[in-house]
């Protein structure tokens, strides 16, 4: 299924984070944190100003990100868990 999200919205899909700590101590899944960062799937095509001129968002697909700890509404896409999220809730593109 394709899908492409609209205005000024993103779709996102979480990296997954290792279950190991640096000391060799496995984190089972219920006491893990979600991540805060992933990689974009697919954006809208930007927003409109005040003059109606289309404004492109600055993320394009493919670009690893950070968000904030509650941003974006959870959807299964292809049977994957991603977020659909406003790019304002990006907090930043890791390079």
């Known amino acids: ?5 609209l205005h000024d919205r993103v779709l996102v899909e979480r990296v997954v984070s290792d279950a190991k700590t640096k000391g060799g101590i496995i984190i089972p899944d219920t006491a893990q944190e979600k991540p805060m960062e992933g990689k974009v799937i697919a954006v809208g095509a930007g927003n409109r100003d005040e ?3 289309l404004v492109p968002l600055d993320v394009k697909k493919g670009d690893k ?6 941003s974006g509404t959870e959807v299964k896409v292809d049977g994957k868990e991603q977020l ?3 790019e304002s809730d990006i907090l ?3 390079e």
């Open 1 to 5: 299924m394709k899908f492409r999200p």
């Open 51 to 53: 003059a109606g001129k």
């Open 65 to 70: 990100v950070l968000f904030g700890k509650w």
């Open 84 to 86: 659909i999220m406003k």
């Open 92 to 94: 930043g593109i890791i």
